[in-house]
């Protein structure tokens, strides 16, 4: 069973600051990891996605991928009240039967406070 | 249009009663699956079809089944429904050449079992 695990939330940060999510799996042939922001009653939609270790930057969005620690994290800088939601980490598989399917997390609850 | 519709959007249903939820898409991807979303259970896959000729099960396939009617088509049936199948459905498509894999989802069907 491939393990996908999300800190628990709920997270509270104020307008403007930093907000970061983290998450592990379990699986270490993983080979790519998603990030989806979910609005409540709202289909997941991708933010971005990562393949090589280190960060990959995509506007207000940062991911950094640590594969030797299996972690995946997401910065959200100048955070905004647009940005409260369901934020989804999802990594996929690499090997035989499952080749290709996407394992999720369930999820942590962002609330950024004006 | 969306890329991936799903019908219907909402529904009601009595216990027993067989029903169908319909997914078509334009994106031209091999790859769909079926998800629910419960609360605080996160996304979990249904079934999965990675061609015309494939059909796969996932983790909570029980009471459920597909028919991949085409590339651009993938239904999910219920053959009794029962209450605890009360959940947000959502239809995805993906193909390795799209952006890794990544996932596409369509709006979600709210179903609820009576």
């Known amino acids: 069973q491939k393990e996908v695990e999300q800190n628990s939330g709920p997270l509270s940060v104020p307008e403007g600051a930093i907000a970061s999510l983290n998450c592990t799996y379990s699986?270490?042939?993983?080979?790519?990891f998603f990030w989806y922001r979910q609005y409540s009653g709202k289909s997941p939609e991708l933010i971005m996605f990562?393949?090589?270790?280190g960060d990959k930057e995509d506007g207000r969005f940062t991911a950094q991928l640590n594969k030797a620690s299996q972690y995946v994290s997401l910065l959200i800088r100048d955070s905004q009240p647009s940005d409260s939601a369901t934020y989804l980490c999802?990594?996929?598989?690499?090997?035989?039967?499952?080749?290709?399917?996407?394992?999720f997390g369930r999820g942590t609850q962002l609330t950024v406070w004006p | 249009d969306a890329d991936v519709t799903q019908t219907p959007r909402n529904r009601i249903t009595k216990t027993g009663k067989r029903i169908m939820l319909e997914c078509s898409q334009t994106?031209?991807?091999?790859?769909m699956y079926w998800y629910r979303q419960d609360p605080g259970l996160g996304l979990r896959l249904i079934y999965y079809?990675?061609?015309?000729?494939?059909?796969n099960k996932g983790e909570i396939s029980d009471g459920y089944s597909v028919s991949r009617q085409a590339q651009a088509k993938f239904s999910l049936s219920l053959e009794s429904a029962i209450p605890n199948q009360t959940a947000l459905y959502f239809c995805?498509?993906?193909?390795?050449?799209?952006?890794?894999?990544?996932?596409?989802f369509g709006e979600g069907s709210w179903l609820t079992v009576v």
């Open positions: 995805a498509t993906s193909d390795l050449k799209d952006s890794g894999n990544t996932i596409y």
């Open positions: 699986d270490r042939g993983s080979q790519s």
């Open positions: 990562i393949y090589s270790n």
């Open positions: 999802a990594v996929s598989s690499d090997r035989g039967s499952t080749l290709g399917r996407l394992y």
């Open positions: 994106k031209g991807h091999d790859r």
């Open positions: 079809s990675f061609d015309v000729k494939d059909i």
